[in-house]
C-alpha cells in the first residue's frame, strides 16, 4: 500500500466498539469485496469493503473477519483471514500480507488463511446462537452487482438455517458516522493534499488549457504526496459543462470569460476528500459571475454555522433552502410569483439548485448514516450549495468538509481558498 498505515489501535477501538453492540452469543462475519471483471481477462482496480477496512484496516482481497465475543475459546475471539500466498501469486500479483503483517496492522491476534474460514465458522457456531451478517443499505445504493457479501448471506442462511440472523450494517453505519481523532486525522490528511493541490492549480489554470489536462495535473500531485488517487471520478467542466452535476468526460478547452468548476478530492488510507471549487478561467469574475459566486459563498458559510449539535438532515436542508431562496430573489433568478405558487414538494430554488448541500464523509465519499441520525461532535459532512444557471452557461459550486465540534466546528479544507479576492489574486500572481 502506498501511504503509512493508521495504527492497529484505531481498527481494535473500532471492533470494541461494535462487540458492545451485539447480543449475547453472537457471531458477526464481514467479507472483502469482489475483485471485478472488465473484459477478456482484464479486472479494475480493488476497493476494500468499507466495513471490512474499518475493524481491520486490511486492504486486501480474499480477506474476512469474523468476531464472537462470547466464545469460550479466547483465541477465537478475533479471528482474521488472509489470502495465503505462494511463489506463483508472488512472481505474478507481489507481495500479499503475511499472517505478522495482519497480527499488526490490525491487531488482532489469531490470523489464519481463508480456506480455513469455513472450519472455524463451524465450530463456532455450535456455541453461538445470532449471527450478524453485512449487507449494503445505503439510502442511495442502486447497484445490481452481486456482491461477495450477498452471495455469503445466501450460502449461510442456506446452511445454518435454524439461528437468529441479525443486520450488522444498522450498528456499523450508527458507529462509522461518529468519526474518532485518528480518523478525522487521516481526513484532514486526505484535505490537506486536496487543498493543497487547489492552490497550485491556481497557477495553472488560463484559457486554452484543455479540461483533462486539468485532471491529469490533480492525480500527478495526489499520487506525488502517497494518495491512491482521486476519491471519486472528478469533475472538471469549464463553461456550460459547470451545469451538468455529474460532468466527467473532461475533454473540453477552456474558454476566456468562462467559469471552471471543479469537484475534485484525494484519498488516503482509504479516507476521502471531497472539495469543489469555482474559478474564472481568465483569473477574472465578471460582475455577473461575482454576483452569483458571492450568493454561493453566503450560502456555503450559513450553511456551516448551522451544522451544530442536535440538528438533523432534512431540517438542515429545509433551513438550508430559505437562505438559497433569498439569494436567488436578489439574483434575480426567482420573484415573488415564482415563490407564491411554488410546489412545496419541489421549492422554486430548486430550478437553481436541485441537489442536497450536505452528506456524510468518511470511508465512503458518501459516506454512512441515517438521514435521521441527529448531527454529534465527530461527525464530518460536505457542504456544497450551488447555482446552476444553464440559460447562461455558469454554474457555480463551493464546497468544503466539516467536523462538527462540541464547540462549533472545523473546516478540514480551510487551506483551500474560496474568497473570490483571494482566488483571483493567486491566479493573476501566478
Not at 106 to 130: D, P
Request: glycine share 6%; hydrophobic share 35%.
Amino acid at each position: 500500500m502506498r501511504y503509512r498505515p493508521a495504527g492497529k489501535e484505531l481498527f481494535t477501538y473500532n471492533r470494541e466498539k461494535l462487540q458492545k453492540r451485539l447480543k449475547p452469543n453472537s457471531v458477526a462475519i464481514v467479507r472483502a469485496n469482489d475483485i471485478m471483471p472488465t473484459n477478456a481477462d482484464g479486472t479494475m482496480g480493488f476497493r476494500q469493503n468499507a466495513d471490512l477496512f474499518y475493524l481491520t484496516g486490511i486492504d486486501q482481497e480474499d480477506t474476512i473477519v469474523l468476531l464472537a465475543p462470547d466464545f469460550p475459546d479466547e483465541s477465537l475471539r478475533e479471528v482474521l483471514f488472509l489470502r495465503e500466498t505462494s511463489e506463483e501469486i508472488a512472481i505474478w500479483e507481489g507481495h500479499k500480507f503475511t499472517k505478522e503483517e495482519g497480527r499488526e496492522i490490525s491487531g488482532i491476534t489469531t490470523v489464519k488463511w481463508s480456506h480455513e474460514f469455513h472450519k472455524v465458522l463451524y465450530t463456532i457456531l455450535a456455541e453461538s446462537t445470532n449471527i450478524y451478517l453485512e449487507s449494503n443499505e445505503h439510502i442511495r445504493a442502486a447497484s445490481e452487482v452481486t456482491t461477495s457479501n450477498q452471495r455469503f448471506v445466501k450460502w449461510c442462511m442456506e446452511h445454518y438455517p435454524l439461528y437468529n440472523y441479525e443486520r450488522l450494517a444498522p450498528i456499523l453505519y450508527d458507529l462509522r458516522c461518529i468519526k474518532s481523532e485518528k480518523e478525522i486525522e487521516i481526513i484532514k490528511h486526505a484535505c490537506d493534499i486536496t487543498a493543497n493541490t487547489f492552490r497550485k492549480m491556481l497557477g495553472l489554470i488560463k484559457p486554452g488549457v484543455w479540461e483533462y489536462e486539468v485532471e491529469a495535473e490533480y492525480i500527478y500531485e495526489f499520487i506525488l504526496h502517497r494518495s491512491r488517487g482521486f476519491a471519486y471520478t472528478p469533475i472538471i467542466g469549464g463553461g456550460a459543462n459547470s451545469c451538468v452535476l455529474h460532468y466527467i468526460e473532461n475533454n473540453q478547452q477552456l474558454k476566456s470569460g468562462d467559469v471552471l468548476l471543479m469537484d475534485v478530492g484525494a484519498e488516503y488510507g482509504n479516507y476521502n476528500a471531497d472539495l469543489t471549487r469555482t474559478v474564472p478561467v481568465n483569473g477574472k469574475f465578471t460582475k455577473r459571475q461575482r454576483a452569483v459566486y458571492d450568493a454561493v459563498l453566503r450560502v456555503k458559510n450559513d450553511a456551516i454555522d448551522m451544522l451544530t449539535p442536535g440538528g438533523v438532515i432534512p431540517e438542515y436542508h429545509k433551513e438550508v433552502g430559505k437562505i438559497m431562496e433569498s439569494e436567488l430573489l436578489g439574483l434575480g433568478l426567482l420573484d415573488k410569483t415564482d415563490i407564491k405558487k411554488q410546489n412545496p414538494a419541489w421549492p422554486a430554488y430548486k430550478k437553481y439548485f436541485m441537489h442536497g448541500t450536505s452528506h456524510h464523509l468518511g470511508i465512503d465519499v458518501h459516506d454512512v448514516a441515517s438521514i435521521y441520525k441527529v448531527f454529534e461532535p465527530g461527525m464530518v459532512f460536505t457542504v456544497e450549495p450551488g447555482i446552476y444557471i444553464r440559460e447562461e452557461g455558469l454554474g457555480i459550486r463551493i464546497e468544503d468538509n466539516i467536523v462538527i465540534t462540541k464547540e462549533g466546528h472545523i473546516n478540514l479544507l480551510a487551506g483551500a481558498p474560496c474568497h473570490a479576492e483571494e482566488i483571483e489574486d493567486l491566479m493573476n500572481r501566478s
